[in-house]
Structure formats: structure tokens, C-alpha cells
């Protein structure tokens, strides 16, 4: 059995008294497997969140970051101090300086954190090939293939900036009986080169989509490209979030029907594995 709750996002479930913000922090449970994605961005959300949810972060055994930006990974620290030694998977760019451009200045968009204020805090394991943290449970290491568009994000080399390919961007795998569910971070590697990767890694069909897929910036024709995949995929459930946009929310509500639900902090879904 597979349980995903989400613990931070943009939105909350009606009804709930969870706080939402500009983030994203997903955790996961998989036959005894349990683990968080991503870290939220601030740890006051993180903390009041986690108390309302009743979940115990000490039953984790690891956290995985999607990349480096702050909306996935400023609760991180707030984590490692209630878990019991965890391991921490990311890309070895994770604490690269990160900066977007708004046409006007450049803003930091990294860490919130010294690297040093976590590593004792955990077993880090960074790294840019894939792994299988536990049976049917695999951290995506770094995705090959199409960046984000430039002009929008960038790294600080020196007193400079160069557009940054956000190479640190993954994402994780779990196989089910189904197929694969895919979890995104942001999707900044792109949802169908991300899920390439996957079905090359587990040998399967996607069977679910979770997360952020940063189709917020997407062009008509490139959200278009995106629904065909998935259809010729047969995918059976999508459960989007945070940068996926309310656009493309709507045109695969209108495409894929019940298959398709937003994913706001407070929901819980389960899938047979």
C-alpha cells in the first residue's frame, strides 16, 4: 500500500486547518518505506502543518529534495532535528547560489541554510545517477535530456550570473503493480522527459502523476504535447500541485476528467501497490 499526504502547498484542503504557502513538502509511505519530498518554505508552515497532520517525522528514514530553491527546501532543518539520522538524497547542485530574473534585478532563490547547519544532522548522500532507496522506491539522480527555457533562471559564477540549467532538478519513482507513479518536485526537467526517465529506470508504463510540473510557463502547444503523452500513456491518476498552474490545472480537469484532482496541503491518497 502507497500513502502520499501533502504537507505544504500554494492551497489547503477546504476544511482543514492546514497554512499554505509558496512550497512544497509531500510524504510518502511505502510498504514501510517512508520518507519526505521536499521541505517547504519556511519551517513555521512546516512545523504547524505537521502537528495538524499527526504524522511522527521520527518514522522517516529519508528526506529527498526535488533541487535547490528555497520553496522546496527551507524546512529542511526543521526535519533532520526530528527525525532519527536520516539519509538526505539530493544532486550535488542543491546548494549551488540560485537566482531568478524578474527583467529587472536578480533574486536569491536557494537554500536558506549553511550546508554546514544540516550535516550532522544526517547521513548526506549526494549524487547525480539514480537510486533505489528501498524496494520500488528510486530517487531519479539527475534527469538528462531538455532544460528550462533561459532567461529565467540563473547561477552566481563569481560577480556574474549564467543561466542555470537546473541540473540539480529530480524527481522519484515508485513502482506499483500498475505501473509507475512518478513524483515531481517542480518538474523543471520537463514532465515528459522526467517520465521518459522513469519508465527507461523502472521498466514500466506510468501508471500516476504527483507534485509540480512547472507547466505554469508552459505554451498552449507545449501543454498540448504534454495531455497526448499522457493519454498515449494511459495514465490513470493525476495529482498536481503548487507550480502546475491554474491553466493547465484546468485544461487536464477538462481532458482527463476524475482521473485528474489538484493536490492542496491536507489531501491523503492511496494507491494499491
Known sequence: MIRIHCLVENSVKFGTHFWGEHGLCLFVEKNGSNFFLDAGGSREVLQHNLEISGLDPGIAGAILLSHGHYDHTTGLPLLLQKMRNPALYAH???????YAYSGEKYRYIGVQFEREEIEGLCKMKLGKKPVEISEGVYFSGEIPGVRPKKGKFFL????????DALVDDAAVYLTTKKGTVVIFGCGHAGVINTAEHAKKLTAQKIYGIFGGTHLVSATSEELEEVVEFLKAEEVEMLRLAHCTGREAEWVLKKEFGKKFGHFPAGSVETIED
Open 92 to 98: 550535488p547542485g542543491v546548494f549551488a547560489e540560485h
Open 156 to 163: 552566481k559564477a563569481g560577480e556574474s550570473y549564467v543561466d
